[in-house]
């Protein structure tokens, strides 16, 4: 059984949207089209067998003026919820020679009776009424565009239909529901909300027809077949009040106030996680700390109702206070290249932010003597002095779930949830997995264990000094850099490869081509005591090192440089991110936003040092130094 929604627009100009859950109101398609071919192709599929379609459009108008007996008496339950209809009549152009949704439901081959019985219907539904009934709402939700709403309530708005939606629809995994919440997260013009609300409408559409089908006794029909008929579901009766669907189990009833408050929070969790998958990225470029990726997302409305409704053996909730109990609605993942490094954020996170639980999953898991999940998590929050910067107004009270591990480690991990989450593993293959993703993991181990010691490996000095480059390009050469500098500063973290680019492309416009001649610029007596006045709380990277020193001794020169300009302003789709998002390194060197007395994690420079602002390089700023 197929429950289909299409939200119809009255001509061709305009989208359609489509989407199609079965019978567990799971999400199997949700799309936008135009012409009736095109609702025809993408629906083809799900109409085949039985079906029932709830079209969001008028199907029967037979009155040549005012509005149909169904709109009319729908209005007058709804009115006083912001949730009356537009009157429809043949005197409109629209509906001069019939309806666009009659039409289409010939061409689908469906049944428009409400009342029918046949294997393949289809019903006229009504979204913002059945969302007034469905999520409790005191007034429609005002996500359409009209005069007086600009763009942030128009996107607030429509995040919370996405949310409630997801409390009655299961979508999660759905790859095209994911793309059409980020669009929404990032959207920067009305437009491309449109898109997305004519989709979600239909998703409403197909969950109205389901719930018609399926809980009829709570459904309301206006109108009727001759003159049009509107199936929604239905008001308490007697009462006109709208239905509070609450269990008379009092941990059920927490579980649903927290949900609700979930959906109702969420488009500012949303606007954290972006806040703080930025602070962490800034925090380790800061540190010139090397690592792969950061990235991160908010839990959704359904994967957030499941851990809440969560029982453990005695029965009793897991999370007896779900929306403050559940601490990983915001999600931060950073993948580091070898295990040192995992130590190494985590002390810097430990450093900048306020750190209320720490769990080493590798070392609980090697306690009990096996090889498996090897993770770092942390629960971090706002450390005092940021709290009070307008930059962070987003984070405060917000906590975020920090999941810190190598690459290896995370491709275990990823592999591991894929097979045994989203795969259906036969019970008599199950230890034979077991046994395999237990060699797996120590084979794993091993590796990172490896990787540690090419990387100690390389950090010995190797007694190379200068080698020849490309006569095109008179920059020194990164990995040649990268070579020396781990040698010069031996006891340096390791910096991300793009900085070591960023970093030649300087070197080259204050002259120096040679690591001859960077030797001879690191010996200048200015530098002699460098590392006591900088107070670094952390093992800086090699970049990092060099990039002070450079300042330290070229002063108000170094700043100038082209490699140092500030960046251009970003779009506001870049400041606004989804989730899920990652953030990698550019071509650009590590964000310095403060003066070096306001660093988080440095000592105060002694008197004489020089103070001086540092602002990141656009992209092409550092590729036009190279």
């Not at 095109?38 to 008028?58: N, Q």
């Not at 439901?105 to 469906?110: A, D, K, P, S, V």
């Not at 993942?333 to 070898?338: E, N, P």
């Not at 440089?561 to 989804?578: F, I, K």
């Amino acid at each position: 059984m197929h429950y289909v929604g299409i939200d119809l627009a009255w001509g061709t100009k305009q989208p359609t949207g489509l989407a199609v859950l079965d019978a567990e109101a799971r999400l199997l398609h949700v799309s936008t089209v135009r012409t009736d071919a095109e609702i025809e192709a993408g629906l083809g599929p799900f109409v085949e067998g039985e079906c029932l379609v709830g079209i969001d459009a008028p199907i029967v108008v037979e009155n040549p003026t005012g509005s149909r007996p169904a709109e009319q008496q729908l209005s007058r339950d709804f009115r006083r919820f912001e949730a009356g209809t537009h009157p429809s009549n043949t005197g409109k152009p629209e509906f001069a020679e019939g309806t666009r949704a009659r039409r289409v439901c010939r061409l689908l081959g469906l049944d428009p009776d409400p009342r029918s019985g046949r294997a393949r219907r289809a019903i006229e539904v009504y979204p913002h009424a059945a969302s007034v009934v469905l999520f409790d709402l005191p007034r429609t939700l005002k996500y359409k565009n009209k005069p007086g709403r600009d763009l942030d309530l128009l996107r607030a708005e429509l995040l919370r239909l996405l949310g409630y939606v997801e409390t009655v629809v299961d979508v999660d995994d759905h790859a095209d529901w994911a793309a059409l919440r980020r669009q929404v997260e990032q959207a920067t013009r009305k437009s491309q909300l449109r898109v997305v609300e004519d989709q979600v409408d239909a998703v409403v559409c197909a969950y109205v027809a389901l719930f018609a089908d399926t809980r009829p006794d709570e459904t309301a029909h206006y109108g009727d077949a001759a003159t049009g008929c509107i199936v929604t579901p239905a008001l308490v009766e007697g009462t006109g009040e709208r239905r509070r669907a609450r269990s008379t189990d009092p941990s059920q009833r927490i579980v649903q106030d927290a949900v609700r408050r979930y959906v109702e929070a969420q488009p500012q969790v949303v606007e954290a996680g972006v806040g703080y998958v930025d602070l962490v990225t800034e925090i380790l470029d800061e540190a010139g700390i090397n690592y792969l990726s950061v990235t991160g997302r908010t839990k959704s409305v359904t994967s957030f109702a499941e851990k809440a409704a969560r029982r453990g053996l005695d029965g009793e909730l897991l999370h007896p206070a779900p929306f403050t109990d559940i601490t990983d609605q915001i999600g931060v993942r950073v993948i580091t290249y070898v295990q040192s490094d995992v130590a190494a954020v985590a002390d810097l996170l430990d450093d900048q932010l306020v750190v209320t639980d720490d769990r080493d999953m590798g070392l609980e898991t090697a306690s009990e003597g096996r090889f498996g999940y090897a993770s770092r998590h942390l629960l971090v929050g706002l450390d005092a002095a940021r709290e009070g910067r307008a930059e962070h107004a987003a984070l405060r009270e917000q906590r975020a779930s920090v999941q810190i591990r190598t690459v290896l480690q995370h491709a275990w991990a990823e592999f591991e949830h894929e097979a045994r989450y989203k795969g259906s593993v036969p019970a008599d293959l199950a230890p034979d997995l077991d046994r395999r993703f237990t060699l797996a993991a120590g084979l794993l181990e091993l590796a990172d264990q490896e990787f540690s010691s090419i990387r100690e490996r390389l950090r010995a000095p190797s007694g190379a000094t200068s080698s020849p480059v490309e006569p095109e390009d008179p920059r020194l050469d990164p990995r040649e850099l990268a070579a020396f500098l781990a040698g010069q500063y031996d006891d340096a973290g390791w910096s991300r490869t793009d900085h070591y680019a960023w970093i030649s492309g300087l070197l080259l416009e204050l002259g120096v081509t040679s690591l001859d001649e960077l030797a001879e610029v690191l010996r200048r007596p200015e530098l002699e005591h460098l590392n006591e006045t900088m107070g670094y709380r952390f093992p800086p990277g090699a970049v990092r090192r060099l990039d002070d020193a450079l300042l330290a001794v070229y002063g108000e020169r170094y700043l100038a440089l082209r490699g140092n300009a500030p960046p251009a302003s970003a779009a506001g789709a870049e400041v606004r991110a989804a989730a899920p998002r990652a953030r990698r390194g550019s071509a650009s060197r590590p964000p310095r936003r403060r003066v070096m007395d306001e660093r988080p994690g440095l000592a105060h420079p002694t008197p004489g040092t020089i103070l001086i602002s540092r602002t990141t390089p656009s992209p092409s700023a550092a590729s036009a130094s190279a």
